[in-house]
């Protein structure tokens, strides 16, 4: 099997999983209350004797996952801003911009930032035997 129809069919098993999670549910019941989650946990079902109740935690419950998301979010921009991590997603992206069966090479990557160049040196990256260890 070809390296592209390994990574197809990788991606087909990853999206089968995804899929298969997104479906999944859990329910537990106590007196007085049943409570069904997602697999991330949103709340996708909650009865109480007090409806009005069961209302006011759902609202909370959404109110705070809000809060947790942009609190990823924030997480997830310093590594976006990381100059190494936006230097090789640059590269990968440029490396991809080729088809595989097309008759001309591959356009030259030419950096568009001086963090770019092989001989940038971050005060605040990793040295750099580590980063031509991992490619980076």
């Known amino acids: 099997m070809s390296e592209d129809g390994r990574f197809e069919e990788i991606a087909r098993k990853a999206r089968h999983v995804q899929d298969a999670v997104e479906r999944v549910r859990a329910s537990v019941s106590a007196p007085g209350v049943r409570i ?3 697999a991330d946990g949103r709340i996708t079902g909650l009865e109480l004797t007090d ?17 947790a998301d942009e ?17 090789m997603l640059r590269r990968f992206i440029a490396s991809d ?5 097309s008759a001309e090479p591959a356009p030259r990557w030419k950096p568009a930032h001086p963090e770019d160049t092989d001989d940038y ?9 580590v980063r031509r260890r991992y490619g980076l």
């Open 121 to 129: 040196e971050n005060p605040h990256a990793l040295p750099p035997d």
């Open 71 to 87: 609190r990823v979010a924030k997480l997830r921009r310093e590594l976006a801003d990381d100059p190494i991590v936006s230097s």
């Open 97 to 101: 911009i080729a088809t595989p069966n």
């Open 51 to 67: 409806p009005t109740l069961a209302e006011a935690i759902s609202a909370a419950h959404s109110q705070a996952l809000r809060q």
């Open 36 to 38: 069904e989650v997602a």
